[in-house]
Every structure is written in C-alpha cells, then in structure tokens.
C-alpha cells in the first residue's frame, strides 16, 4: 500500500530554522511528483511546490519562492521541507502528496505535520 | 495565479443529489481536462475522489462524479449520505504547469 509518512508536530520560535520530512513507501520513489501544501488554520490548500525525486527538477508556487526550500533524499525515499526564518505567519498544517505526471493531481497524501511558530 | 472559485457552502438531506462548481478561467480549467478534486474531513489529511474531470480512484464510490463545461467543473454526490459532509477541494492544472485550488466548499448534510 503507497504511504506517505510524515515527521512529527513541531513547535517553534520566530527566527527558527526548521525542516520536516515525508517518507514515501511501497512505489517507485523516483518516478513521482512531491507535492508540498500549506493548510492555515481553518482556510484553503495551497501548492507550495513540488519535486521530482528522479532528478530533483523542484518548482516552486509565486508565493512561496525565496520563503523555503523543498528537497529530497533518494536513497532514503524521503522528501523534506525546510525554513530557514519561521515567522508566525507559517503557522499551519503541511501535507505532502504524490503526484502524477507533472503533479496534475495528488492521489495520496501524507497524514499532515503542524507547525506552531510563537514566542 | 488566483484560487479557484467554489461556492464557500452547500448542503442538502440524505439520499438527495448535491453539486458543487468550481470555476476558473481559460488558462486552468478550461485549458485542460486536468481538473480533480479531493474530499477533506476535519482533522484529516484530503483525500483524492475525482482527476482527470470524472475519473474516480479505485475505492471512491459511484456516487461520486465530476464534470466540465468550458471554464466551471463540477462535483456532483447523488445519493448523499451522512459521511459525505466534508470540505471539497477542486484543482485544476494550469498553463503555467503548476497546480492551483480552489477556495473549499463545506457540505452540510441536513
């Protein structure tokens, strides 16, 4: 069965780094899309970016680039999202996804990481 | 690029037929047939029922279908059923290759 597993809930300062991870299982890592979306609290979903771990061809959404960095780790079938400043504005739930050709849908998501970034 | 436009609720009484539009423009959903949609419960990851305009994963009920004319896809759930009401999520594929949402719409079942 395809899994995508997620880190744990983090809590976090302003000016903090972080960087959380997605696992992917039971398929062929390397020949999906990694999709990154930010849930904020009680809103919408929006596309942060996405990877193919295949050759690591990463896009970012307007809105979201120069704010984090998406990567991957092909021989740990893992995915990871990273800040290098968290404000409180990044306060919200992450979900990766797969995503087929191009990631023109995601046909399986990670369970979520929330991050709380407070002083 | 700007959200998709879904109404932001709609309900309807068990064992009636709902559906839910999502409108975008002619660089999104009217440029492809590349428009899905996924089901979100509260506390829960979204799940995909719909891609492709109105083709349904292995596993998503019947009841579920989806639709496109011109610019507005649609959801529709005939049959509603108490586990239906959830957070529906269109998305469409742009021209841009990327991805865009659509606002959510709650549904109410009565």
């Known amino acids: 069965e395809v899994q995508l597993v997620q880190s744990g809930t983090e809590v976090k300062k302003p000016g903090e780094s972080l960087k959380i991870s997605c696992k992917g299982s039971?398929?062929?890592?390397?020949?999906?899309?990694i999709g990154w979306v930010r849930q904020m609290p009680g809103k919408g979903l929006e596309l942060m970016g996405i990877i193919y771990p295949g050759d690591s061809d990463t896009r970012y959404s307007p809105s979201f680039q120069g704010q984090v960095t998406i990567s991957a780790d092909r021989s740990i079938t893992t995915a990871y999202l990273q800040w290098s400043s968290l404000k409180a504005s990044d306060t919200a739930m992450y979900y990766c996804?797969?995503?087929?050709?191009?990631?023109?849908?995601?046909?399986?998501w990670g369970q979520g990481t929330l991050v709380t970034v407070s002083s | 690029q700007s959200a998709l436009t879904q109404p932001a609720s709609v309900s309807g009484s068990p064992g009636q037929s709902i559906t839910i539009t999502c409108t975008g423009t002619?660089?999104?959903?009217?440029?492809?047939?590349?428009v899905s949609w996924c089901q979100q419960h509260p506390g829960k990851a979204p799940k995909l029922i719909i891609y492709d305009v109105s083709n349904r994963p292995s596993g998503v009920s019947n009841r579920f279908s989806g639709s496109k004319s011109g610019n507005t896809a649609s959801l529709t759930i005939s049959g509603l059923q108490a586990e239906d009401e959830a957070d529906y999520y269109c998305s469409s594929f742009t021209i841009s290759s990327t991805l865009v949402f659509g606002g959510g719409t709650k549904l109410t079942v009565l």
């Open positions: 996804a797969r995503g087929t050709s191009l990631a023109r849908y995601f046909d399986y």
């Open positions: 039971a398929y062929s890592f390397t020949s999906y899309w």
């Open positions: 002619s660089s999104d959903v009217g440029a492809y047939n590349y």
